[in-house]
């Protein structure tokens, strides 16, 4: 099981990203600023196994944003169901919501498409 836990930078550092994430770039906590939009998700050992955020790139357009552990796979259905819940309640805030994967990161695209977003043919 997870529960969900206010974000902290300390959590953040905990996530085992998956071999395609990496922390190591400008502007990676910038995402993270509102604590009312940022999540973070740990196990019943208090390990951190995701943390994401909503943030706003112009008026009426939202970015989702998430980091996933490479050990997540055991919580990846309750991850996803919270993940969804999140999107239906911002979807009046910002009724165009984005988000992107590596074009190489096959469980990212997956994972994005099962939340309904749509490949617009660019590639990262």
């Known amino acids: 099981m997870i529960r969900e836990v206010p974000f902290t930078v300390d959590l953040w550092q905990d996530i085992r990203l998956q071999s395609q994430q990496t922390r ?10 509102d604590p009312s939009l940022c999540w973070a998700y740990v196990d019943e050992h208090g390990h951190c196994v995701a943390a994401g955020s909503l943030y706003e790139a112009h008026p009426g357009v939202g970015i989702a ?11 990846m259905p309750a991850l996803f169901k919270r993940a969804q819940a999140i999107i239906r309640a911002n979807r009046l805030r910002w009724p165009v919501l984005g988000s992107a994967s590596l074009d190489d990161f096959d469980a990212g695209k997956r994972l994005l498409s099962l939340l309904g977003f749509v490949a617009t043919g660019g590639t990262i």
């Not at 190591?24 to 600023?33: I, M, N, V």
């Not at 998430?66 to 796979?73: N, R």
């Open 24 to 33: 190591d770039h400008d502007g990676a906590l910038k995402p993270f600023e």
């Open 65 to 75: 944003l998430a980091y996933i552990g490479d050990d997540a796979g055991p919580v």
